[in-house]
Antibody
């Protein structure tokens, strides 16, 4: 069974940093691109960042570019999101999502980890 | 940055047809995907490659495409179809970027 499980969320002050993790199981992790998608309370989905299978392609939304860094460790079946200079508007539920092997859609999602940026 | 635009809400009576549009300049060049999200749950894909339906998704849910607009149609709407719906696609500029639509709340009256 495919599973992705996020962790690392919490309450953090504006300007501080936080690192999210996602551990995957049930599939060959190093064959798939992985992404972070967030959803602010009561708002829509926002694609945040993604990395292809070998970290050769990485992308960021304009809203986080220069502040967030995505990475993966295929040996540990893990995806990470290093978030710096956090702002109140980064408050959201952060989902880890697997991208389909041949098509650009998200076929498996975790349950999310909540990040709250507040003083 | 690339955007996909959806109507904020659609209201429909049980048994009627709901249509949700999604507009974006790159849609003639990139496939669109549709997700259904119910409160407290992660999104679930209901349409891929503009018109294809994954296994387990009811036949009353369908997708179509015309130019810069894709449409999700729910025929014979049932109470269980009440949810938020999002389209999603890839940026066609060659960058490794993806985008979700603004989302549509479907209310079953």
């Amino acid at each position: 069974e495919v599973q992705v499980v996020e962790s690392g969320g919490g309450l953090v002050q504006p300007g501080r940093s936080l690192r999210l993790s996602c551990v995957a199981s049930g599939f060959t992790f190093d064959e798939y691109a992985m992404h972070w998608v967030r959803q602010a309370p009561g708002k829509g989905l926002e694609w945040v960042s993604g990395v292809n299978w070998n970290s050769g392609r990485i992308g960021y939304a304009d809203s986080v570019k220069g502040r967030f860094t995505i990475s993966r460790d295929n040996a540990k079946n893990s995806l990470y999101l290093e978030m710096n200079s956090l702002r109140a508007e980064d408050t959201a539920l952060y989902y880890c999502a697997r991208m389909g092997l041949l098509l650009s859609f998200f076929d498996y999602w975790g349950q999310g980890t909540l990040v709250t940026v507040s003083s | 940055s690339y955007e996909l635009t959806q109507p904020p809400s659609v209201s429909v009576s049980p048994g009627q047809t709901a249509r949700i549009t999604c507009s974006g300049d790159a849609l003639p060049h990139q496939y669109a995907y549709w997700y259904q999200q119910k409160p407290g749950q992660a999104p679930v894909m209901v349409i891929y490659k503009d018109t294809e339906r994954p296994s387990g998704i009811p036949e009353r849910i369908s997708g179509s495409s015309s130019g810069t607009t894709v449409t999700l149609t729910i025929s014979g709407v049932q109470a269980e179809d009440e949810a938020d719906y999002y389209c999603q696609s890839a940026d066609s500029s060659g960058t490794y970027r993806f985008v979700f639509g603004t989302g549509t709340k479907v209310t079953v009256l």
